[in-house]
């Protein structure tokens, strides 16, 4: 049997950790009642009956906790330890005749507060045996692994990145293009728009699929017309996707303010990276493939390290592999497509064809990395700016000396941080970056203001009384406000 958990709703209970000494109580129970959840729901009418019954007191125990903001739940469930856990999915395993149980985690391992990602990795470690097998999604520079838990023992790390330079890259996107795309369009679209988004998409499916509906220009309820997508409206949704992209790694900072500083740095440094690429790819004559990333002498500092792994968490650039010259062995960094393509970095000159990105994206060999030293991009005074952003003591005002401090080191004041979560519901709804006179005519005709707001305007009614807001673009702004609490 296979369940399909989903933790992207976690931030929902960090007012509660924060607050309450038994938090960590709370989210183990949590998490495991997520997974009898996603049993239950994989298993639907075959569920046993005992499952059924842990599930209906799991909900309610989820539910309470995700919408209850930072209070304590009134009633608890069954308490569930993940090793009594273990022993009823196999005994649910043998009574439903399965061979074996698939637990699929999605949104874990990724943006937990520490001590919840170490918690998080003990119920992984403990959901072991030849019947039940647990799979993850962990990403770089924000997953911290318990003491306890080790990569290649405890687990398996397997790339689940579409790799743009694989033989069969186009081969697979074209194939989602088939399977997804609306089909009386899919003759009308060229062969060579295709390919260039699925260059673009730099590798994500969803990226891909959201480049090729943007470019078919302002669908909703008052324009339900649909067109095939010319070279200029694509290249404008690929712009939209880069500024997606340099969105999703701002928004680090704010979901993640410890790493605020990493994340200005980082920020510079996607620059720097781009200006460098840019101009040598103006050098090289137009016949010739271009530059898609650099290629960074090792070995690098921790910093540097830390900067390229919170990037490459955004998705603005991958580490692909090494590439030896001479005795200097050189990391490979690609940056996203969308990003060279929106900045006019590929150096195609004015007005490149589809068919002119193509063949700029599609040979990638080692020569089409600029290669540098890291003090080439990474300044002596950025390796100084990057330090955690830790708040200070309430009383004193001393500096944390770590993330995990519990007391000040000073004056013995306990330490408390402020709920990233709260802040978010807080925001004004000009965060969810829709349309501006959208914006305008939500505040002119509504009493909705925050991000909170539109979550709790119940099934868009206030949404959709505003002009040109109907059902598709009510759910359209539900949904980005509920993406925008969630990591």
């Known amino acids: 049997m296979v369940a399909y958990v989903n933790f992207s709703q976690h931030l929902a209970l960090e007012p509660l950790m924060l607050r309450s000494e038994r938090s960590l109580e709370f989210f183990r129970q949590w998490l495991i009642y997520k997974i009898v959840i996603g049993l239950d729901d994989g298993l639907a009418e075959s569920s046993p009956p005992d499952l059924k019954t842990l599930a209906e007191h799991g909900r309610q125990y989820v539910n309470e906790l995700q919408t209850s903001v930072g209070d304590t739940p009134k009633k608890l469930p069954p308490a569930l330890a993940p090793a009594e856990l273990l022993g009823r999915i196999e005994a649910w395993c043998e009574e439903l005749g399965r061979p074996r149980a698939v637990i699929l985690m999605d949104d874990a391992a990724h943006a937990f507060m520490q001590q919840q990602q170490r918690e998080f990795f003990e119920v992984f470690r403990a959901l072991r045996s030849r019947t039940v097998a647990c799979k993850a999604a962990i990403y770089p520079g924000v997953t911290s692994y318990s003491p306890f838990f080790n990569v ?11 790799r743009p330079d694989s033989a069969d890259y186009l081969t697979a996107m074209r194939g989602i293009f088939r399977a997804r795309f609306p089909e009386e369009l899919q003759g009308a679209v060229r062969q060579d728009i295709v390919d260039l988004a699925a260059h673009a998409s730099f590798g994500l499916p969803r990226n891909f699929l959201n480049i ?70 103006r050098q090289r004559s137009s016949g010739r493939a271009r530059y898609i990333g650099v290629a960074v002498a090792r070995p690098w500092d921790a910093d540097l390290g830390q900067v390229f792994s919170l990037l490459e968490y955004a998705g603005v650039v991958r580490r692909i592999g090494s590439v030896s010259r001479g005795t200097s062995r050189y990391e490979k960094v690609q940056v996203h497509a969308s990003l060279l393509i929106a900045e006019n970095a590929l150096g195609l000159g004015k007005s490149p064809s589809a068919e002119d990105f193509n063949a700029a994206l599609g040979r990638q060999s080692a020569d089409d990395f600029v290669r540098r030293q890291p003090a080439g991009i990474f300044t002596a005074d950025q390796a100084e700016r990057c330090r955690l952003n830790l708040s200070p003591c309430p009383k004193c005002q001393s500096p944390r000396i770590s993330d995990d401090a519990i007391f000040c080191f000073k004056c013995g004041t306990p330490l408390q941080e402020q709920s990233v979560y709260l802040e978010l519901l807080s925001s004004p709804i000009e965060s969810l970056q829709l349309p501006q006179l959208k914006v305008a005519r939500i505040l002119e005709r509504t009493t909705i203001k925050t991000v909170q707001d539109v979550i709790l305007d119940d099934a868009g009614r206030q949404l959709r009384s505003v002009p040109s807001i109907g059902v598709i673009w009510s759910a359209k702004i539900k949904a980005r406000a509920d993406e925008f609490v969630t990591l």
Request: glycine fraction near 4%.
């Open 152 to 162: 290649g023992h405890e687990a398996e790390e397997i790339e689940v990145w579409i």
């Open 212 to 281: 090729l509906s943007d470019s078919l220009g302002d669908f909703d309820d008052e324009n339900p017309q649909l067109a095939a997508p010319s070279l200029r409206q694509v290249r404008e949704a690929i712009s939209q996707n880069a500024n997606r992209v340099r969105s999703l790694f701002e928004e680090i900072s704010r979901k993640l303010p410890r790493y605020d500083n990493f994340i200005q740095v980082g920020l510079e440094l996607q620059n720097t990276i781009l200006e460098q690429i840019r101009g040598t790819n």
